[in-house]
């Protein structure tokens, strides 16, 4: 059974009296493992089926089974959960908040699911040794250079153990080397510690690290493919800059 499943999804607005389709019969399946990238030009609709994948938004019309479990027809409440349990997400603008140290916003999802004190602490400090920050725990984002804050953001979604990782240009932020770094590290995240990863980006040289690309072209799949490159002709790209 694939872990996610999308079986003829819409996302439509209403527009001046007509409903303006963004999202035009999406169907795809995304397994446990997989490291996926989803492209497309400004306006393609990648973001809208991210948002819809992540379980911040739901589709018009259409099927999304999530881990075997229907979930395009959820409350609210019922999405947030399975977002706390199930998703871990990463931004482009790192979302971290501003007057909290490093550990504390990393705590932040196992305050909203219950986790005890002691064990938050614990695990957020785990969660900042994987990423390499360990030593940085105490600091505040402002203190932090862009690669830093984006590790803080990671150690925050996998704290909580879920097994989907949604990343939305995640680099768009970093210049180069601190973009391969935080590529390198989705990588282990991906197949050390067997997380699926879902990247948007519109770099090709990014998406190149991931094993299949979707491109999205006006709201329809375009192209499906698995990615033939090794990760080591992405790096000599960057290193030739």
Known sequence: MPLIELKNIVKSYPLDGFNLKILKGISLEINQGEFVAIMGPSGSGKSTLMNILGCLDKPTSGKYAL????????????LAEIRNKKIGFVFQGFNLLSRTTAIENVE?????????????????????KSVGLKERMHHMPNQLSGG?????????????????????????NLDTKMSVEI?????KLNKEMGRTIILVTHE??????????IKIVDGEIHSDEKVKKKKQVQKDLFAGE
């Open 108 to 128: 932040l999802p196992m305050i909203y699911a219950g986790v005890p004190d002691e064990e938050r602490f614990e695990r957020a400090q785990k969660a900042l």
């Open 67 to 78: 881990d075997g479990v229907n979930v395009e027809k959820m409350t609210n409440d019922q």
């Open 204 to 213: 090709e040289d990014i998406a190149l690290f991931a094993d299949r690309i």
């Open 183 to 187: 590529m390198d590290l989705f990588t």
């Open 148 to 172: 830093q804050q984006q590790r803080v953001a990671i150690a925050r979604a996998i704290v909580n153990d879920a097994p989907i990782i949604f990343a939305d240009e995640p680099t768009g």
